[in-house]
């Protein structure tokens, strides 16, 4: 990325030579406004910017075209991450893949994954907070036959924030994950030695022994109440917890899915650049 930072104008910026970065902001307007034709592209495993270069423009040092295509500010993290790479990242955030698996990032609509084909009568007899989730299918007459789920792509941070009375809380800490079996939640916050506050809930915390699943540190708990709900328990079915590892795995995926300039720009972007920027 060096011959990328090698047309910004130098700066004094208290009394040393510095790279008057602010100026990309210019271009890049410049090259957004401009007639600029792009093409999809998807990053090999282990595909760096500047081999992305190299096959598509012919130059390796073309990379910041790239970085300049598609908003990239951190070559590193806003490139795919290797194998490696990633488990580190997951490591270094989370402490083990373990516990990243374990911990929910949010709740999604989950139609992805469910195939159900209601009949008519079939979904006229669900309640109206469940119909918003199928769609009507219809035969070439117009006629409907059938529904399946709605293509929705609805995310919401938690679907349950409740208060639980325990033994002691005094050794759990806010943002870790609790579990009691297969039932787990978040600790959003520590009202006082014994009350604590959980959301991102899955199943019942009540009259258990909850673990610390970073801390490993063990309390009962007693009964709960529930402070929100802003998925109905009728609504459950329909939607899924992502956990914090697959959140990390898609966003990463999601970034090799990038744009390159056609290269007949070249020329002309290098020029725009050089007038902008002298």
């Not at 999809?40 to 040092?61: L, N, S």
Request: glycine fraction near 6%; aromatic fraction near 12%.
């Amino acid at each position: 990325m060096a011959g990328f930072f090698n047309f910004f104008p130098p700066l004094n910026y208290n009394g040393n030579l510095a790279t008057n970065v602010i100026a990309k902001v210019a271009f890049e307007q410049t090259i957004k406004d401009s007639l600029v034709t792009y093409y999809p592209y998807t990053i090999e495993q282990g595909e760096r910017p500047d081999q992305v270069a190299e096959k598509y423009y012919g130059q390796p040092t073309y990379d910041w075209i790239i970085y300049l295509a598609n908003e990239i500010v951190d070559p590193y993290y806003d490139w795919p991450l290797s194998p490696n790479q990633f488990n580190s990242y997951i490591k270094s955030k989370y402490g083990s893949e373990s516990y990243a698996q374990a911990s929910i990032s949010h709740f999604k609509v989950n139609y992805q994954s469910d195939d159900t084909v209601l009949s008519p009568s079939s979904f006229n007899g669900l309640t109206g907070s469940i119909k918003k989730y199928f769609k009507p299918v219809y035969n070439t007459a117009g006629t409907v036959l059938s529904y399946v789920r709605n293509e929705q792509d609805l995310f919401l941070e938690t679907n349950l924030t409740i208060s639980v009375s325990v033994s002691n809380s005094s050794s759990f800490f806010v943002g870790e994950r609790i579990a009691s079996g297969s039932n787990s939640a978040s600790i959003t916050g520590i009202s006082n030695s014994t009350m604590i506050v959980l959301d991102k809930v899955i199943g019942s915390l009540a009259n258990t022994t909850i673990v610390g699943l970073r801390s490993g540190i063990s309390t009962n708990t007693s009964s709960q109440t529930i402070l929100s709900q802003p998925i109905p328990s009728a609504e459950l079915p329909y939607w899924e917890a992502v956990s914090c590892y697959d959140n990390e795995s898609d966003l990463n995926d999601s970034k090799r899915h990038i744009r390159l300039i056609d290269k007949s720009y070249v020329g002309k972007i290098e020029k725009q650049m050089r007038e902008l920027l002298k």
